[in-house]
């Protein structure tokens, strides 16, 4: 999503893998930002929380009648329905931050 979105690019790559990974880990209630993810990214959860704020945000209110293909192909089971899943509530992904 965030390929189409010019806003994005000005990000380097890494930080915006980071964000999506902490994000993704959030939504799935799998645990927060661990000492060896900080290590091996080289950012701490503090530095990631704006990005993955902007991404959740990106995520809530993306159009519907875009990428109908692209969405069709991730609500298959093979790529685990991802295209499905509910973006996260702003307020409860603030307190999930905010005890990383």
């Given at each position: 999503?965030?390929?189409?979105?010019y806003?994005?690019?000005?990000?380097?790559?890494?930080?915006?893998?980071?964000?999506?990974?902490?994000?993704?880990?959030?939504?799935?209630?799998?645990?927060?930002?661990?000492?060896?993810?900080?290590?091996?990214?080289?950012?701490?959860?503090?530095?990631?929380?704006?990005?993955?704020?902007?991404?959740?945000?990106?995520?809530?209110?993306?159009?519907?009648?875009?990428?109908?293909?692209?969405?069709?192909?991730?609500?298959?089971?093979?790529?685990?329905?991802?295209?499905?899943?509910t973006?996260?509530?702003?307020?409860?992904?603030?307190?999930?931050?905010?005890?990383?």
């Amino acid at each position: 999503m965030t390929l189409q979105e010019y806003d994005y690019a000005r990000e380097s790559p890494s930080k915006l893998a980071a964000s999506c990974l902490l994000l993704a880990l959030t939504m799935k209630n799998l645990g927060g930002w661990t000492p060896t993810l900080e290590y091996y990214s080289g950012y701490s959860a503090q530095d990631l929380h704006p990005l993955v704020k902007r991404l959740n945000f990106l995520f809530t209110y993306q159009p519907r009648d875009k990428l109908n293909a692209v969405r069709s192909k991730y609500s298959h089971r093979v790529f685990f329905e991802v295209a499905k899943v509910t973006p996260m509530d702003m307020l409860k992904l603030e307190e999930a931050l905010t005890s990383c």
